[in-house]
Protein backbone atom coordinates (compact mmCIF):
# COMPACT_ATOMS: atom_id res chain seq x y z
CA UNK A 1 0.00 0.00 0.00
CA UNK A 2 0.82 3.33 -0.77
CA UNK A 3 0.22 4.42 2.58
CA UNK A 4 2.74 2.86 5.98
CA UNK A 5 0.51 0.84 8.01
CA UNK A 6 0.67 0.95 11.89
CA UNK A 7 0.76 -2.17 13.32
CA UNK A 8 -1.43 -1.54 16.06
CA UNK A 9 -5.14 -2.44 17.23
CA UNK A 10 -6.35 0.74 16.52
CA UNK A 11 -5.03 0.50 12.76
CA UNK A 12 -6.06 -3.19 12.57
CA UNK A 13 -9.57 -1.74 13.99
CA UNK A 14 -9.54 1.32 11.50
CA UNK A 15 -9.04 -1.34 8.40
CA UNK A 16 -11.77 -3.74 9.53
CA UNK A 17 -14.47 -0.62 9.41
CA UNK A 18 -13.12 0.36 5.95
CA UNK A 19 -13.34 -3.29 4.56
CA UNK A 20 -16.79 -3.23 5.94
CA UNK A 21 -17.61 0.21 4.50
CA UNK A 22 -16.53 -0.84 1.03
CA UNK A 23 -18.22 -4.28 0.97
CA UNK A 24 -21.38 -2.51 2.02
CA UNK A 25 -20.98 -0.04 -0.96
CA UNK A 26 -19.97 -2.52 -3.58
CA UNK A 27 -23.56 -4.39 -4.02
CA UNK A 28 -25.16 -1.02 -4.26
CA UNK A 29 -22.61 0.11 -7.05
CA UNK A 30 -23.07 -3.25 -8.97
CA UNK A 31 -26.69 -2.54 -8.76
CA UNK A 32 -26.25 1.12 -10.45
CA UNK A 33 -24.50 -0.46 -12.76
CA UNK A 34 -27.02 -3.11 -13.61
CA UNK A 35 -29.21 -0.06 -14.18
CA UNK A 36 -26.94 2.12 -16.06
CA UNK A 37 -27.30 -1.47 -19.02
CA UNK A 38 -30.87 -1.49 -18.51
CA UNK A 39 -31.49 2.27 -20.12
CA UNK A 40 -28.84 1.97 -22.00
CA UNK A 41 -30.48 -0.91 -23.99
CA UNK A 42 -33.60 0.62 -23.89
CA UNK A 43 -32.44 4.27 -25.13
CA UNK A 44 -30.27 2.54 -27.50
CA UNK A 45 -33.55 0.54 -28.99
CA UNK A 46 -35.45 4.03 -28.98
CA UNK A 47 -32.32 5.56 -31.01
CA UNK A 48 -32.46 2.43 -33.22
CA UNK A 49 -36.62 3.18 -33.76
CA UNK A 50 -36.34 6.74 -34.29
CA UNK A 51 -33.53 6.33 -37.02
CA UNK A 52 -35.32 3.54 -39.08
CA UNK A 53 -38.26 6.34 -39.26
CA UNK A 54 -35.88 9.41 -40.14
CA UNK A 55 -35.24 6.83 -43.30
CA UNK A 56 -38.74 5.99 -44.02
CA UNK A 57 -39.37 10.10 -43.81
CA UNK A 58 -36.69 11.00 -45.91
CA UNK A 59 -37.31 8.08 -48.41
CA UNK A 60 -40.81 9.85 -48.59
CA UNK A 61 -38.91 13.37 -48.98
CA UNK A 62 -36.57 12.07 -51.58
CA UNK A 63 -39.75 11.45 -53.64
CA UNK A 64 -40.93 14.96 -53.25
CA UNK A 65 -37.72 16.48 -54.53
CA UNK A 66 -39.69 18.39 -57.14
CA UNK A 67 -42.03 19.71 -54.72
CA UNK A 68 -39.51 20.72 -52.42
CA UNK A 69 -38.27 22.78 -55.37
CA UNK A 70 -41.05 25.08 -56.19
CA UNK A 71 -41.78 25.16 -52.20
CA UNK A 72 -38.40 25.80 -50.81
CA UNK A 73 -39.06 29.59 -50.51
CA UNK A 74 -41.74 29.27 -48.68
CA UNK A 75 -41.22 26.18 -46.65
CA UNK A 76 -38.49 27.35 -44.60
CA UNK A 77 -40.53 30.36 -42.99
CA UNK A 78 -42.72 27.19 -41.75
CA UNK A 79 -39.55 24.84 -40.77
CA UNK A 80 -37.99 27.43 -38.23
CA UNK A 81 -37.47 26.17 -34.90
CA UNK A 82 -39.36 28.15 -32.38
CA UNK A 83 -38.46 25.71 -29.61
CA UNK A 84 -37.27 22.41 -28.57
CA UNK A 85 -39.00 21.38 -25.85
CA UNK A 86 -37.18 18.91 -23.64
CA UNK A 87 -37.80 18.05 -19.54
CA UNK A 88 -35.02 16.51 -17.29
CA UNK A 89 -35.94 13.38 -16.20
CA UNK A 90 -33.80 11.71 -13.17
CA UNK A 91 -31.92 7.92 -13.96
CA UNK A 92 -30.41 6.08 -11.35
CA UNK A 93 -28.93 9.10 -9.96
CA UNK A 94 -27.93 11.54 -13.37
CA UNK A 95 -29.91 13.96 -15.18
CA UNK A 96 -31.24 13.06 -18.40
CA UNK A 97 -32.71 14.86 -21.24
CA UNK A 98 -36.21 13.65 -22.17
CA UNK A 99 -37.48 14.96 -25.57
CA UNK A 100 -40.91 16.46 -25.83
CA UNK A 101 -41.30 17.67 -29.09
CA UNK A 102 -40.91 20.83 -31.53
CA UNK A 103 -42.40 23.96 -31.79
CA UNK A 104 -42.30 25.98 -35.26
CA UNK A 105 -42.55 29.16 -36.64
CA UNK A 106 -46.08 29.34 -37.69
CA UNK A 107 -46.93 32.23 -39.97
CA UNK A 108 -50.16 32.91 -41.59
CA UNK A 109 -50.42 31.61 -45.24
CA UNK A 110 -52.82 31.34 -48.18
CA UNK A 111 -54.77 28.08 -49.10
CA UNK A 112 -55.69 29.18 -52.36
CA UNK A 113 -52.02 30.62 -52.97
CA UNK A 114 -49.82 27.62 -52.05
CA UNK A 115 -49.93 24.23 -53.67
CA UNK A 116 -52.47 21.31 -52.74
CA UNK A 117 -49.50 18.90 -51.65
CA UNK A 118 -48.10 22.36 -49.30
CA UNK A 119 -49.86 20.99 -46.44
CA UNK A 120 -48.11 16.93 -46.72
CA UNK A 121 -44.87 18.58 -47.36
CA UNK A 122 -45.03 20.70 -44.41
CA UNK A 123 -46.03 17.84 -42.27
CA UNK A 124 -43.04 15.94 -43.33
CA UNK A 125 -40.94 17.95 -43.21
CA UNK A 126 -41.96 18.86 -39.22
CA UNK A 127 -41.99 15.27 -38.62
CA UNK A 128 -38.33 14.90 -40.22
CA UNK A 129 -37.38 17.71 -37.82
CA UNK A 130 -38.92 16.51 -34.64
CA UNK A 131 -36.81 12.65 -35.38
CA UNK A 132 -34.07 14.41 -35.76
CA UNK A 133 -33.99 16.64 -32.36
CA UNK A 134 -35.61 13.34 -30.95
CA UNK A 135 -32.66 11.35 -32.00
CA UNK A 136 -30.02 14.18 -30.74
CA UNK A 137 -31.80 14.37 -27.47
CA UNK A 138 -31.55 10.20 -26.98
CA UNK A 139 -28.39 10.32 -28.02
CA UNK A 140 -27.03 12.81 -25.90
CA UNK A 141 -29.04 10.47 -22.79
CA UNK A 142 -27.16 7.80 -24.36
CA UNK A 143 -24.28 9.21 -23.85
CA UNK A 144 -24.96 10.62 -19.97
CA UNK A 145 -25.70 7.25 -19.42
CA UNK A 146 -22.72 5.76 -20.69
CA UNK A 147 -20.31 7.94 -18.77
CA UNK A 148 -22.59 6.85 -15.60
CA UNK A 149 -21.83 2.82 -16.21
CA UNK A 150 -18.13 4.02 -17.33
CA UNK A 151 -17.13 5.83 -13.65
CA UNK A 152 -19.82 2.76 -11.62
CA UNK A 153 -17.37 0.08 -13.60
CA UNK A 154 -14.27 1.94 -12.88
CA UNK A 155 -15.51 2.37 -9.03
CA UNK A 156 -16.15 -0.96 -9.00
CA UNK A 157 -12.84 -2.09 -10.49
CA UNK A 158 -11.22 0.46 -7.54
CA UNK A 159 -12.69 -1.57 -5.01
CA UNK A 160 -12.35 -4.74 -6.23
CA UNK A 161 -9.02 -5.01 -7.36
CA UNK A 162 -7.40 -2.49 -4.88
CA UNK A 163 -9.17 -0.94 -2.27
CA UNK A 164 -10.60 -4.32 -0.64
CA UNK A 165 -8.19 -6.27 -1.65
CA UNK A 166 -5.33 -3.33 0.27
CA UNK A 167 -7.82 -3.69 3.47
CA UNK A 168 -7.59 -7.55 3.55
CA UNK A 169 -3.86 -7.36 3.01
CA UNK A 170 -3.74 -5.01 5.23
CA UNK A 171 -5.93 -6.66 8.24
CA UNK A 172 -3.53 -10.07 7.92
CA UNK A 173 -0.16 -7.70 8.44
CA UNK A 174 -1.67 -6.56 11.71
CA UNK A 175 -2.82 -9.69 12.66
CA UNK A 176 0.09 -11.33 11.79
CA UNK A 177 2.38 -9.16 13.43
CA UNK A 178 0.18 -8.89 17.15
CA UNK A 179 -0.15 -12.50 17.02
CA UNK A 180 3.68 -12.35 17.27
CA UNK A 181 3.68 -9.16 19.72
CA UNK A 182 1.76 -11.31 21.94
CA UNK A 183 3.38 -14.96 21.42
CA UNK A 184 6.81 -13.10 22.54
CA UNK A 185 5.40 -11.10 25.44
CA UNK A 186 4.01 -14.86 26.55
CA UNK A 187 7.73 -16.14 26.05
CA UNK A 188 9.31 -13.01 28.15
CA UNK A 189 6.76 -13.41 30.70
CA UNK A 190 7.75 -17.19 30.99
CA UNK A 191 11.44 -17.03 31.02
CA UNK A 192 10.81 -13.99 33.69
CA UNK A 193 8.38 -16.19 35.70
CA UNK A 194 11.30 -19.35 35.42
CA UNK A 195 14.44 -16.65 36.51
CA UNK A 196 11.99 -15.34 39.35
CA UNK A 197 11.36 -18.92 40.33
CA UNK A 198 14.98 -20.19 39.84
CA UNK A 199 16.07 -16.55 41.92
CA UNK A 200 13.45 -17.53 45.06
CA UNK A 201 14.88 -21.43 45.01
CA UNK A 202 18.93 -20.08 45.68
CA UNK A 203 17.46 -17.72 48.30
CA UNK A 204 15.18 -20.25 49.99
CA UNK A 205 18.73 -22.58 49.59
CA UNK A 206 20.97 -19.96 51.14
Not at 7 to 18: A, C, F, G, I, Y
Not at 28 to 38: G, P, S, Y
Not at 109 to 131: H, K
Not at 173 to 182: E, M
Amino acid sequence: MAERIKLNKVSLRSQKQQLAVYQRFLPALEARKQQFLMHLAMVRKEIAAQEARMEELLGEIRAWSSLYGDMGPLLRYFIEIREVKSSVRNVAGLKMPHFLGVEFSDPPYSYFATPLSFEEVLGRSRDAIECREAIRMLKEGERVLFEGYRKTSQRINLYEQRLIPDCREAIRKIAVYLQDQQAAAVGVAKVAKRMTEAAELQDAAG
